[in-house]
């Protein structure tokens, strides 16, 4: 069966299986102060166009989270995020578990605009009796696949820079965000237009990785500390800079990201010829299109999905995600499949 489940379910991309043999018996210093970590850093750095920021590399999304937020959060200090962010919904309470509660806010469409946020700090105040929420979290994409647009994104890092908030992205899917059709946005962009982002290669075709970037380099004051005291500063910490050296050194993150976008795209674009609608109107590897329930049982005989939301009691919404490694025979084979049920 083919898994459209997640955009993780296979190792990594060759280029870097073959990078990590080729160096694997080369010597090297501990905890990220090898030749790799200085060298990924600095491809990054120019990246983003932003040589003053601090990087540091991660294994996973919900660590990377974790960490980041609360080490940016005084104790009593709390975290604004769509009720469908990662942190809110997928996270196991994982910020809580820190003491930092997550104010969820309703969406349409999984993305923040400063009026959400103003409503938050007018529900709240600034009183002891409550929580004060300091932190802004986006994703881009987000939960359900939508992106933020320049326009977008400068409104609420203004917003956050007039209430004294910080704007905290989290990129985990970052890459099919910025490769989406209609995005206008770039890294250097989001260096600009936010306080703290990561760079997600997980979902992207590393092993495992995430690379946060402060883009105000006093942010990052004694970060290794929380690293190390919450057990993500790896020994070999060149194995997750090795990756982002590799990823970066010719593009070849954003040519894995398009080539995710294309693949749901081609799938999204034959379920819409088919007649059928979406739940949310993703242009990124996630899509959620809205199909009579005997279609998914059809399909689900075949490929690996999750079925995502009852929309009534004939039809559902499932999700579909491709990847990097997403073979363009499947797809074919899958749209095949939807135009022969559908008939």
């Keep these: 069966m083919y ?28 905890y990220g102060d090898d030749e790799y970590n200085t060298e990924a850093k600095q491809i990054l750095k120019k990246k983003i166009s932003n040589p003053k920021a601090e990087i540091f590399f991660l294994s996973g999304g919900t660590q990377t989270n974790l960490i980041a937020i609360s080490f940016l959060l ?21 910020i809580e578990a820190t003491g930092h509660k997550v104010i969820a806010v309703e969406t349409s469409n999984g993305k923040l605009k ?3 946020i103003q409503t938050t700090l007018d529900e709240y105040g600034l009183k002891p009796h409550v929580v004060k929420p300091r932190l802004v979290y986006i994703s881009n994409s987000t939960e359900i696949g939508t992106i933020y ?8 890092y203004i917003f956050c820079q007039q209430h004294n908030l910080l704007l905290y992205l989290d990129g985990a899917r970052l890459g099919h965000a910025l490769m989406a059709e209609n995005s206008d946005l770039s890294l250097s962009d989001i260096s600009k237009l936010t306080d703290v982002f990561y760079i997600g290669a997980t979902k992207n075709g590393a092993l495992l990785g995430e690379a946060i970037v402060f883009n105000k380099p006093e942010m990052a ?14 020994a070999k910490g060149r194995l997750l800079a090795i990756q982002f050296l590799e990823l ?13 976008n294309e693949m749901a795209m081609k799938i999204a674009n034959a379920i819409s010829e088919n007649g059928f609608s979406f739940l949310t109107n ?8 809205i199909l009579p329930n005997e279609i998914i049982d059809e399909l689900s005989k075949k490929y690996l999905f999750y079925v995502w939301k009852k929309v009534d009691e004939n039809q559902s919404a499932i999700r579909l995600i491709t990847s990097w490694a997403t073979n363009e025979n499947e797809v074919n084979e899958f749209i095949k499949d939807i135009n022969q049920t559908n008939n």
Excluded: C, W
Aim: net charge negative; proline share 4%; glycine share 6%.
């Design 3 to 30: 898994n459209f489940k997640n955009d993780y379910s296979v190792g990594a991309h060759p280029n870097i299986l073959n990078k990590l043999i080729e160096t694997n018996l080369v010597p090297q210093l501990g």
């Design 74 to 94: 005084r104790v009593h200090e709390a975290v604004i995020s769509a009720k469908t962010g990662h942190i809110s919904a997928n996270e196991t309470g994982a």
């Design 114 to 116: 400063p009026a959400d």
């Design 149 to 156: 647009t320049k326009t977008e994104l400068e409104s609420l």
């Design 221 to 234: 004051t004694e970060f290794e500390f929380s690293l190390k005291q919450k057990g993500a500063m790896l």
């Design 248 to 260: 970066f050194k010719d593009d070849l993150y954003f040519s894995l990201a398009k080539h995710a």
């Design 282 to 289: 993703s242009t990124t590897n996630q899509i959620f299109p």
